[in-house]
């Protein structure tokens, strides 16, 4: 009997490069089974993973209560559209709700479809309740953002991989340099209609913003009339040691975009989530989605929320977050510049001299751990919160050989 050849991994990626757009550039690892923060490929090697798919993985790969869920919601119902209602739609918003501490939810699907949302409530709010004058409507946001790829969002990024060739561009945006309150001040008019930020820039390379500046932003908006939105979906749900990375400083946003970990490594699941007085603003026919919402996701959405109410996956992140930054932070002047963020959530910068980020993240994957650069000189690590300390561990020993050999 023929034994079925099994393809390689340089057949499953050549696969790749013939038949699929070239708008990502991933490490030469093809991966067939994850389990926990374990993923395996096509050949049997085994890798940690030290990224958790940007956060959507925060619970770690095939965690049993989310497979569970999804698994029991598939032999029911998976997709009605909101021309009907359904049994977990109205449960799953108010649960969301109810973890968060808001009085409303727009379930969505990707994070981008969950800030263009915002954006557009936004708009609405301001013209209906705040008063500014139709079409000029303006929101302030930060410079080396990042909210997502639509045609709207990177009108308004600083990035010029992610512009060029785009345009034209959707006006309506101021963008002020993150970290700079006086700028955002300087930036809000009578028509400011919101102020849009990430509490710590992931794709800028973990950036946490100066104490008091999320504060300042909240009492500016209070000031001013302005909505507060704070782009949650990577820093939200347990990510860095508190439900939102609003909540180290005290500080409530109008509006949070909720994405990522919302869908469990599942399902793509997000929702802007709010006060009833400015998400209250839509009406029938304004803002929808075919999939938004549907059973299937609110039953993925609804597990999750009941793993984050328990306060275990917040605490893990803080108490495992603590001991990582402690390990990274021996690294310093070891191949290491710096590292910045919070809970088990780091940008590793890699001191001059020492390999590109591209170059580190292939050799990391080598030793069996999956990480990736970003802004060509930073390690993005945010392991899942699943994660055991001995892992942790493992990953920052790696990182230590790669950057200090």
Not at 131 to 145: D, K, L, M, Q, R
Request: proline content about 4%.
């Amino acid at each position: 009997m023929t034994a079925i050849a099994v393809p390689t991994t340089g057949q499953f990626i050549a696969l790749d490069e013939q038949w699929s757009t070239h708008n990502y550039h991933p490490l030469p690892v093809v991966i067939s089974h994850g389990e926990g923060a374990w993923v395996t490929d096509v050949e049997g090697r085994r890798y940690l993973d030290f990224l958790s798919g940007y956060s959507s993985l925060n619970f770690g790969h095939r965690h049993p209560d989310l497979v569970a869920a999804a698994v029991e919601q598939l032999g029911r119902v998976t997709l009605t559209s909101r021309a009907f209602h359904h049994d977990q739609f109205g449960p799953f918003c108010r649960e969301l709700a109810e973890l968060t501490g808001t009085e409303m939810v727009l379930a969505m699907n990707s994070g981008a479809e969950a800030v263009e949302s915002a954006i557009k409530v936004a708009r609405k709010w301001a013209y209906r309740v705040k008063g500014v004058p139709e079409g000029t409507a303006e929101i302030v946001v930060a410079g080396s953002n990042f909210h997502g790829r639509t045609t709207t969002i990177v009108s308004f990024s600083t990035d010029e991989t992610a512009r060029a060739d785009f345009g034209p561009f959707t006006p309506g945006f101021k963008v002020v340099k993150y970290g700079d309150l006086d700028a955002i001040r300087d930036a809000i008019t009578d028509r400011t209609a919101a102020v849009l930020i990430e509490p710590i820039q992931g794709e800028a390379g973990v950036v946490v913003p100066p104490a008091g500046y999320l504060a300042g932003i909240r009492q500016l908006c209070d000031e001013r009339h302005v909505l507060l939105i704070a782009d949650e979906i990577q820093s939200g749900l347990g990510r860095t040691g508190e439900l939102f990375a609003l909540d180290h400083e005290g500080v409530r946003a109008d509006l949070y975009t909720l994405g990522k970990a919302l869908g469990g490594g599942i399902m793509p699941v997000s929702a802007v989530v709010g006060s009833r007085a400015v998400l209250g603003v839509l009406r029938p026919g304004e803002h929808g989605s075919t999939f938004g919402g549907n059973p299937l996701a609110c039953a993925v959405g609804r597990a999750v929320v009941r793993l984050l109410a328990t306060g275990e996956f917040q605490e893990r992140s803080r108490e495992l977050g603590a001991h990582l930054h402690a390990r990274l932070g021996e690294l310093v002047g070891r191949g290491v510049a710096e590292v910045r963020g919070r809970g088990l959530w780091a940008g590793v910068e890699i001191a001059p001299g020492g390999p590109r980020g591209r170059e580190a993240s292939e050799a990391l994957a080598k030793l069996g751990v999956l990480c990736k650069e970003t802004q060509d000189t930073t390690l993005r690590v945010a392991p899942p919160l699943v994660i055991t300390r001995e892992d942790l561990d493992r990953g920052v020993d790696a990182i230590a050989s790669v950057l200090s050999s």
